[in-house]
């Protein structure tokens, strides 16, 4: 019974862990499992330990409440990264297939003007083994 521990020390009290400290009564009672924290009458939140004598409720509700904060504060980061970089995947995507586009062409035009001169030239080079009769 946790009760037997009420006037003596925090430790004493919670090396049983169903037993609750409350510090400003220096009372052990049993820990409500019923509710998740401790009703005001029952032991003021800041005066309440549980597990640990150095810890009260009210820093633990805090401090959890930070962690928490944080962490879905990193996910909703994490979450909007992942969204930027598979947009601008896309966008890389769709760019190299425009480039490529631009690219085939610019070969098309230099091909079909190398043949233009290949024609050129011939034309040329047969013009003059007919003018010097070598046909």
Same mark, same amino acid.
């Given at each position: 019974?946790?009760?037997?521990?009420?006037?003596r020390?925090?430790? &004493?009290?919670?090396?049983?862990?169903? #037993?609750?400290w @409350?510090?400003?009564?220096?009372r #052990?009672?049993e820990? $409500?499992?019923?509710?998740?924290?401790?009703?005001?009458?029952? @032991?003021?939140?800041?005066? =309440?330990? /549980?597990?640990?004598? /150095?810890?009260?409720?009210?820093?633990?509700?805090?401090?959890?409440?930070?962690?928490?904060?944080?962490?879905?504060?990193?996910?909703?980061?994490? @979450?909007? @990264?992942? #969204? #930027?970089?598979?947009?601008?995947?896309?966008?890389?995507?769709? +760019? $190299?297939?425009?480039?490529?586009?631009? =690219? =085939?062409?610019?070969? &098309?035009?230099?091909?079909?003007?190398?043949?233009?001169?290949? =024609? &050129?030239?011939?034309?040329?080079?047969d013009?003059?083994?007919?003018?010097? +009769?070598?046909?």
């Amino acid at each position: 019974d946790c009760r037997q521990y009420t006037n003596r020390s925090c430790e &004493e009290c919670l090396k049983n862990v169903t #037993c609750l400290w @409350c510090a400003s009564s220096r009372r #052990c009672m049993e820990y $409500p499992v019923r509710r998740i924290l401790p009703p005001a009458e029952l @032991c003021e939140l800041r005066s =309440a330990r /549980w597990g640990v004598c /150095w810890v009260n409720f009210e820093a633990l509700i805090i401090a959890m409440s930070v962690v928490g904060g944080s962490l879905l504060i990193a996910l909703g980061v994490c @979450c909007c @990264c992942c #969204c #930027c970089k598979k947009k601008s995947k896309k966008q890389v995507s769709v +760019g $190299p297939d425009k480039d490529d586009e631009r =690219a =085939a062409r610019e070969r &098309e035009k230099r091909r079909v003007r190398q043949e233009e001169r290949r =024609a &050129e030239m011939k034309s040329r080079h047969d013009e003059i083994r007919r003018k010097y +009769g070598t046909v």
